[in-house]
Protein backbone atom coordinates (compact mmCIF):
# COMPACT_ATOMS: atom_id res chain seq x y z
CA UNK A 1 0.00 0.00 0.00
CA UNK A 2 0.92 3.34 -1.02
CA UNK A 3 1.90 6.16 1.76
CA UNK A 4 -0.31 9.22 1.63
CA UNK A 5 1.81 12.32 2.63
CA UNK A 6 1.73 16.00 0.96
CA UNK A 7 3.77 18.80 1.14
CA UNK A 8 2.70 22.34 0.72
CA UNK A 9 3.47 25.03 -0.89
CA UNK A 10 3.15 28.68 0.49
CA UNK A 11 1.91 30.53 -2.38
CA UNK A 12 2.70 34.31 -1.02
CA UNK A 13 6.25 32.79 -1.42
CA UNK A 14 5.37 32.53 -5.30
CA UNK A 15 7.96 34.78 -7.34
CA UNK A 16 9.90 36.17 -4.79
CA UNK A 17 13.73 35.60 -4.10
CA UNK A 18 14.24 34.73 -0.65
CA UNK A 19 16.08 36.99 1.07
CA UNK A 20 15.09 39.89 -0.62
CA UNK A 21 11.39 40.20 1.23
CA UNK A 22 11.13 36.79 2.98
CA UNK A 23 13.89 34.73 5.44
CA UNK A 24 12.89 31.25 4.79
CA UNK A 25 13.10 29.33 7.80
CA UNK A 26 13.28 32.56 9.82
CA UNK A 27 10.07 34.15 8.88
CA UNK A 28 7.00 33.32 11.62
CA UNK A 29 4.11 33.09 9.47
CA UNK A 30 1.47 34.53 11.87
CA UNK A 31 -2.08 32.84 12.16
CA UNK A 32 -4.21 34.92 9.26
CA UNK A 33 -1.29 33.98 6.90
CA UNK A 34 -2.27 30.09 7.37
CA UNK A 35 -5.90 30.10 5.45
CA UNK A 36 -5.75 27.04 2.81
CA UNK A 37 -6.26 28.99 -0.30
CA UNK A 38 -2.44 30.41 0.40
CA UNK A 39 -1.36 26.92 0.20
CA UNK A 40 -1.01 24.42 -2.78
CA UNK A 41 -0.56 20.66 -1.86
CA UNK A 42 1.57 18.39 -3.69
CA UNK A 43 0.62 14.61 -3.30
CA UNK A 44 3.83 12.35 -2.87
CA UNK A 45 3.77 9.78 -5.47
CA UNK A 46 5.31 6.63 -3.66
CA UNK A 47 8.04 6.63 -5.64
CA UNK A 48 11.93 7.78 -5.10
CA UNK A 49 14.15 8.56 -7.92
CA UNK A 50 17.95 6.56 -7.93
CA UNK A 51 19.17 8.97 -5.85
CA UNK A 52 16.49 7.99 -2.87
CA UNK A 53 15.13 11.24 -3.30
CA UNK A 54 10.56 11.34 -2.58
CA UNK A 55 9.06 12.43 -5.93
CA UNK A 56 6.15 14.75 -5.37
CA UNK A 57 3.84 16.48 -7.93
CA UNK A 58 5.60 19.60 -9.07
CA UNK A 59 8.97 18.41 -9.20
CA UNK A 60 10.71 19.05 -12.42
CA UNK A 61 12.68 15.73 -13.66
CA UNK A 62 16.24 15.95 -15.61
CA UNK A 63 16.76 13.01 -17.48
CA UNK A 64 20.41 12.72 -16.96
CA UNK A 65 20.94 10.28 -20.34
CA UNK A 66 20.10 13.04 -22.45
CA UNK A 67 20.56 16.25 -20.11
CA UNK A 68 17.15 16.95 -20.82
CA UNK A 69 14.14 18.11 -18.56
CA UNK A 70 11.43 15.32 -18.75
CA UNK A 71 8.91 17.83 -17.51
CA UNK A 72 6.67 18.59 -14.04
CA UNK A 73 5.33 15.51 -12.25
CA UNK A 74 1.47 15.84 -12.48
CA UNK A 75 -1.58 13.75 -11.70
CA UNK A 76 -3.35 12.72 -14.18
CA UNK A 77 -6.98 10.82 -14.35
CA UNK A 78 -4.76 7.08 -15.01
CA UNK A 79 -1.70 7.84 -12.45
CA UNK A 80 1.32 9.88 -12.12
CA UNK A 81 3.08 11.53 -14.69
CA UNK A 82 6.01 13.39 -15.97
CA UNK A 83 5.77 15.10 -19.74
CA UNK A 84 4.79 12.15 -21.74
CA UNK A 85 6.00 9.53 -19.86
CA UNK A 86 4.24 7.51 -17.08
CA UNK A 87 6.17 8.33 -13.61
CA UNK A 88 7.29 4.93 -12.99
CA UNK A 89 9.42 5.17 -16.21
CA UNK A 90 10.84 8.30 -15.28
CA UNK A 91 12.28 7.04 -11.68
CA UNK A 92 16.09 6.93 -12.90
CA UNK A 93 15.65 11.16 -13.54
CA UNK A 94 17.13 13.96 -11.35
CA UNK A 95 15.33 16.46 -9.16
CA UNK A 96 16.28 19.90 -10.77
CA UNK A 97 13.71 21.86 -9.00
CA UNK A 98 10.17 22.54 -9.07
CA UNK A 99 7.14 23.65 -10.55
CA UNK A 100 7.58 27.15 -8.22
CA UNK A 101 11.07 27.86 -7.39
CA UNK A 102 12.17 26.87 -11.25
CA UNK A 103 9.51 27.40 -13.44
CA UNK A 104 12.15 28.45 -16.39
CA UNK A 105 12.90 24.58 -17.42
CA UNK A 106 9.31 24.24 -18.38
CA UNK A 107 8.99 27.16 -20.64
CA UNK A 108 10.66 25.56 -23.67
Known sequence: MREIKFRAWHKP?????????????NNVISFHDMSPEKYELEQ???LHNDDGAELYEGDILLDPDTG???????????GF???????????????VGNAHERLEYLED
Not at 81 to 95: A, F, K, S
Request: hydrophobic letters at 30%; a negative charge.
Open 68 to 78: YIVGAVEYRED
Open 44 to 46: YTG
Open 81 to 95: WCGDDRLVDCIDCQV
Open 13 to 25: FKDNDFGAGYKYG
